[in-house]
């Protein structure tokens, strides 16, 4: 008896690791699946993208709407429909009911930290943040940070007066489970491509 409990204490962590494994690589394959198609999309940008968007449509929840470029840190990210867990591990959500660029609004885009945002804490004021969107391309400027409780949903307000991008996710960066705050970055725009 004595001999079996640590085998099953291995077989046990083993299937356990394999779980975590497969997680892992199937967010990664949803991810560059979903970065591919946001690439193709950008590329395939109309020469009248001004006009075009005046008749975008909002993408469906789970569709990929357009691409973020973080220069600073090197990345390419695709933006997805909706902030559900499957729709995150696509890329970064689109908070559902927030504006698009080029509304002059407030654009919400969320991500996990030990994905997507897996670097947003090197990003400093003055920045830049690139959305890359079917009708056009949209560059903003970090203005400040914050952090706020994990239940404070007083950074969305979904104002309608001037244009502002807001990144969301947890914080601390390296926390283990659920992690008790938010890291929010606010960034006015700064040109239209």
């Known amino acids: ?53 005046q008749k975008h449509e909002a993408p469906k929840m789970g569709e990929t709407a357009g691409l973020l470029v973080i220069p600073k840190i090197k990345a390419e990210l695709a933006i997805v429909e909706g902030t559900d867990p499957d729709d995150l591990e696509k890329g970064v959500g689109h908070y559902k009911g927030s504006f698009f660029p080029g509304d002059k609004g407030q654009i919400v885009l969320s991500g996990h930290r030990d994905t997507v945002f897996r670097r947003l804490g090197e990003l400093k004021i003055g920045d830049s943040l690139k959305m890359q969107m079917p009708y056009g391309n949209y560059t903003y400027e970090i203005t400040h940070t914050k952090i706020v409780k994990s239940d404070d949903t007083s950074i969305i307000t979904l104002q309608h007066e001037k244009e502002e991008l807001i990144l969301t996710t947890c914080y601390p960066f390296r926390y283990v489970g659920n992690a008790p705050k938010r890291y929010i970055i606010y960034a006015k725009l700064k040109k239209l491509n």
């Not at 046990?12 to 394999?18: A, N, P, Q």
């Not at 494994?21 to 009248?48: C, F, G, H, N, R």
Request: glycine share 6%; charged share 25%.
């Open 1 to 53: 008896m004595k001999a079996k409990f640590p085998l099953f204490i291995i077989f046990i962590g083993l299937v356990l690791l394999g779980i975590g494994a497969w997680q892992y690589i199937d967010v990664k394959l949803q991810t560059k699946a979903s970065l591919k198609e946001a690439k193709e999309m950008v590329l395939d940008q109309p020469a009248d993208a001004k006009v075009q968007h």
